[in-house]
């Protein structure tokens, strides 16, 4: 399964980005879906997942209320709508499907400048 992800880019701290990816599976499994980011010299970190029941949500603490994660099970989409973008948001933000092994997209850039 091949996971692509588009959008990020580069703004100023307090803007808005979003990333989405696409799951390109023709099976009919449903996974826990989401996001998880690394910055260099640090270790990847979860920021947000979409339960495979569409009920189950979490995000990373620094994230809670600024970042929102949405989930399309038909077209096996997920996005992270990222509000109030702060300079420690900065990474390579990676979606992550839940499979056995995982399944991790190549990571697209979100650059927030100060």
């Known amino acids: 399964v091949q996971l692509v992800e588009s959008g990020g880019g580069l703004v100023q701290a307090g803007g808005s980005l979003n990333v989405s990816c696409v799951a390109f599976d023709d099976g009919s499994m449903v996974y826990d879906m989401g996001w998880y980011r690394q910055s260099p010299g640090k270790g990847r970190e979860a920021v947000a997942i979409?339960?495979?029941?569409?009920?189950?949500?979490i995000y990373l603490d620094s994230v809670k209320g600024r970042f929102t994660i949405s989930r399309d099970f038909t077209k096996k989409t997920v996005h992270l709508q990222m509000n109030s973008l702060k300079p420690e948001d900065t990474a390579t933000y990676y979606c992550y499907e839940d499979t056995s092994p995982s399944n991790w997209g190549q990571g697209i850039q979100v650059t927030v400048s100060s």
């Open positions: 979409s339960g495979w029941d569409g009920e189950r949500i």
